[in-house]
């Protein structure tokens, strides 16, 4: 038999302040202080690459080569030009959106309307760098070679930022006191490894619950 550390099909989303509390033991607004550093960190990582795409895009236009593009190429650039502003404003607007309720009481508010202006800036920052990409290849490689390699990364893109969080959210939820596993595995008599407990209660193995007896 196969032990299984924890392992749940069937759990409920573990997002409610009582499994927080219970497991964390943070109070509802502790856990959205949390979450409120956790926002911040992430931003910092997505606002440094955005600012330096969008100061890059600024001072593209005032060079020489720009002059010699064509339509295509500058409307391809105007549309860069106002997604990756648009990128960061949606980057920065937490930050604009907390000074504005600074000491008002809406910490969780503003840590749930965070998380929305950061996918929506997400999914701004991906067709940024896309659209820059086309046009940077539009003319190292050409038009039919640029629109071939981006649409290769706009698949990348979709798969590492929604297809494997999605997969990871829809999976098997992870339940594991590594400290009490042995321990609690021995006291309920699971020397095959079938049956763990840990504070969420015990778990079966698929296999063995699909095992003959």
């Known amino acids: ?27 509802p607004l502790q856990r959205a202080d949390r979450n409120f550093a956790e926002l911040l960190q992430e931003l910092r990582v997505a606002q440094t690459g955005v600012q330096i795409l969008f ?4 001072t593209l236009s005032f060079t020489d080569r720009f ?25 920065v607007a937490p930050v604009a959106v907390h000074r504005l309720l600074f000491q008002r009481g809406r910490k969780r508010e503003l840590v749930h309307v965070g998380h929305r202006l950061v996918v929506t800036g997400l999914v701004c920052l991906a067709v940024t760098m896309l659209a820059g990409m086309l046009l940077a290849l539009d003319v190292v490689v050409g038009r039919a070679a ?3 390699v981006v649409a290769a990364l706009a698949l990348v893109f979709a798969a590492l930022w929604a297809g494997l969080p999605l997969r990871v959210r829809q999976g098997p939820v992870l339940r594991l006191l590594p400290g009490r596993l042995h321990q609690e595995s021995a006291r309920a008599g699971a020397a095959d ?13 698929q296999r063995s619950a699909l095992a003959p007896e």
Request: proline share 3%; hydrophobic share 45%.
């Open 1 to 27: 038999m196969v032990t299984v550390a924890g392992i749940g099909q069937l759990e409920p989303p573990v997002r409610d302040d009582a499994w927080n509390t219970e497991h964390r033991a943070e109070a």
């Open 55 to 58: 100061a890059f895009l600024l």
């Open 193 to 205: 490894g079938d049956t763990i407990y840990c504070r969420c209660g015990a778990v079966q193995s």
């Open 146 to 148: 640029g629109v071939s």
């Open 67 to 91: 002059a010699m593009a064509d339509a295509f190429q500058r409307s391809v650039y105007v549309f860069t030009l106002a997604t990756s502003a648009t990128t960061v404003a949606l980057l």
